[in-house]
């Protein structure tokens, strides 16, 4: 089955230890986006990629950088973790659907990072 | 400021009833409206969209109502499954805007009682 897959489910990581979260995708879709949802909030894009075009959103801290080697990979990384950046992190994508962009996403299970 | 509010947190509906979810938003650039579905320890999958040239769209037990003048819109299920326990997410975008930009609300948690 075509999917959106997530590693690891789960990560901790110590206050101001880097670490990186991986996501790939069999759908060969055009873009993939990070989403940061925290507790009870409604997830929150910090950037995207449209093929090899990195599109940062204006809010997203700079603490936040992301990587996409190739069409199936994508790492959401973290430079210097702060508590607030514990959270659930997921990864999306989208293709096209004819000539258009397909709003609809395909989503990941998510990346729950805690911060000890 | 949150453009796209689902002022419910929760919502506790019977087995066969209907659940009616509902959602705001405040952008009127906003062109194409979708509702994600949410399992615990899941990413959110797709339920069902509408574009603003409709005003209602259904599929199956499920149907969104788009109300362009109250910047409202609804999700009935019908009729209600315990397998429906879910949070629902509305989203919004504008069509063949910024790479297909989603901004979410907050979701709603469903619980169907049997």
Redesign the interface.
């Known amino acids: 089955d075509a999917m ?1 897959i ?1 590693n690891p ?1 789960y990560q901790v990581t110590q206050f101001g230890k880097p670490v990186t979260l991986s996501c790939s995708q069999t759908l060969n879709h055009n ?1 993939m986006y990070w989403y940061q949802q925290k507790s ?6 910090l950037f ?1 990629y ?1 093929d090899k075009d990195f ?1 940062n959103e204006a809010d997203t801290p700079d603490n936040f950088q992301s990587r996409r080697p190739n069409t199936s990979f994508c790492f959401l990384d973290i430079r210097s973790p702060g508590l607030g950046d514990a959270a659930m992190y ?1 990864c ?1 994508t ?1 293709g096209h659907l004819r000539d ?11 990346t729950r990072l805690t911060v000890l | 400021d ?1 453009q ?1 509010k689902q002022n419910s ?1 929760s919502l506790s509906v019977q087995e066969g009833r209907i659940s009616i979810l509902n959602c705001d938003y405040t952008n009127s650039m906003f062109d ?1 409206f ?1 509702w ?1 579905k949410k399992y615990p ?6 339920l069902i ?1 509408i574009s603003s040239i409709k005003d209602k769209n259904e599929d199956g037990r499920f149907t969104v109502f788009l109300n362009k003048s109250a910047k409202h819109l609804s999700l009935h299920i019908v009729p209600s499954q315990p397998g429906d326990s879910a949070v629902y ?1 509305c989203a919004a ?1 504008v ?2 805007g ?10 709603t948690k469903l619980s169907v009682k049997p």
Do not use: M
Request: aromatic letters at 16%; charged letters at 15%; a positive charge.
């Open positions: 959106v997530q489910r873009v009870s909030q409604a997830p929150k894009l995207h449209y599109n997921l999306a989208s258009r962009l397909d709003h609809e996403q395909f989503f990941g299970p998510g | 949150q796209v947190p194409y979708l994600y320890a899941e990413g959110p999958t797709f969209s997410f975008s069509y063949g910024s790479q297909g930009n989603l901004i979410f609300g907050k979701g």
